[in-house]
């Protein structure tokens, strides 16, 4: 009598959010090793595959057809298949497709392992500034208006620091409608992080669309927690991180001094004049420290 066939495994595989270099080893070795990868994108896994000389066989996984792939697919990890899911970018299921799939291959007792790997949303924490202690992911903001508005409201009553993504062509229209429920916050605008033109602007919101110019690429937006009203006496001690934020919004020209002082001070809860004095008391210790 023949043995039941013992079910695979499905493997939800994180891959580079842009350098192809950040990719682990296990990862690379799952990758060869499955029978099929269900890609988002599968020209876009071809790449990393041809770059890692990876021969396994691809199939698509996306929004549009996961519903309809979901059968097959669990079809061949019930006979005894391994399968990878990968995004374009990044882990599956996290903003991405494979959630359903993987919510259906659990029903069916079929094991699911998870193979970290990069993340932007943990990359753009660990370089806002911010803290990572506690933090709040909110995907991207609904496109729908009554849905924005209800994502826009559980925004602005986070007390944590809060991650959210956007795309290019959305993301001017999407600051501008945060700016009246993100009053006194700095932001960070994250671009293409660990590729090429990966660059950041950060401060108070309206300074940072004012930085942005024309939107290309893909974007992690980091906001600030609020600063509670005990707190104002820590930051008034602490002139270099306002020194900072001083120095990334005037070095690029579109915002002068005095308007960078006005909106530090607003986004701050202090005075223009603490503001000022804070940002020539940080910069007479960098002096001192380089003489």
Same mark, same amino acid.
């Given at each position: 009598?023949?043995? @039941?066939?013992? $079910?695979? #495994? ?5 891959? @580079?959010?842009?350098? !192809?270099?950040?990719?682990? !080893? ?11 990868? +269900? ?17 396994? $066989?691809?199939?698509? &996984?996306?929004?549009?057809n996961e519903g309809r792939r979901i059968t097959a697919l669990l079809g061949r990890l019930a006979e005894g298949s391994r399968i990878a899911v990968v995004s374009d970018a990044g882990t599956p299921t996290i903003s991405? @497709?494979? +959630? /359903? ?8 007792? *079929? ?41 826009? =409201? ?14 290019? /062509?959305? &993301? !001017? ?8 429920? !993100?009053?006194? =916050? ?17 401060? $108070?919101?309206? +300074? ?17 927690? @609020? ?14 991180? *306002?020194?900072?934020?001083? #120095? ?25 004049? +603490? ?17």
């Amino acid at each position: 009598m023949t043995a @039941p066939t013992k $079910p695979g #495994c499905l493997h939800i595989v994180a891959t @580079p959010i842009g350098n !192809l270099e950040d990719i682990t !080893l296990r990862a690379l070795r799952i990758l060869r090793e499955v029978d099929l990868i +269900a890609a988002e994108d599968t020209r876009r896994t071809a790449r990393l595959l041809q770059h890692y000389s990876i021969s396994t $066989p691809t199939t698509s &996984l996306h929004e549009h057809n996961e519903g309809r792939r979901i059968t097959a697919l669990l079809g061949r990890l019930a006979e005894g298949s391994r399968i990878a899911v990968v995004s374009d970018a990044g882990t599956p299921t996290i903003s991405d @497709p494979g +959630a /359903h799939l993987v919510r259906a291959a659990l029903d069916r007792g *079929i094991r699911v392992e998870a193979v970290p790997g990069p993340s932007a949303v943990i990359a753009a924490v660990a370089a806002s500034g911010f803290g990572g202690d506690r933090f709040v992911f909110l995907g991207f903001p609904p496109i729908r208006s009554k849905d924005r508005t209800l994502w826009f =409201r559980e925004l602005s009553e986070q007390r944590v620091t809060t991650v959210f993504f956007e795309a290019p /062509h959305r &993301l !001017l229209r999407t600051l501008n409608e945060a700016k009246q429920y !993100l009053v006194k =916050r700095t932001i960070v605008v994250m671009k293409e992080l660990s590729k090429i033109h990966e660059s950041s602007v950060k401060g $108070p919101i309206e +300074a940072a669309i004012k930085l942005l110019g024309q939107p290309r690429g893909e974007y992690t937006i980091v906001v600030e927690p @609020p600063i509670k009203q005990e707190d104002t006496g820590n930051m008034v001690q602490d002139p270099i991180s *306002i020194y900072r934020e001083f #120095c990334h919004m005037t070095e690029s020209g579109f915002v002068s001094r005095r308007e960078a002082i006005r909106q530090l001070a607003e986004a701050h809860n202090i005075s223009s004049r +603490a503001v000022y004095r804070l940002v020539e008391e940080a910069k007479n210790s960098r002096a001192k420290t380089r003489t």
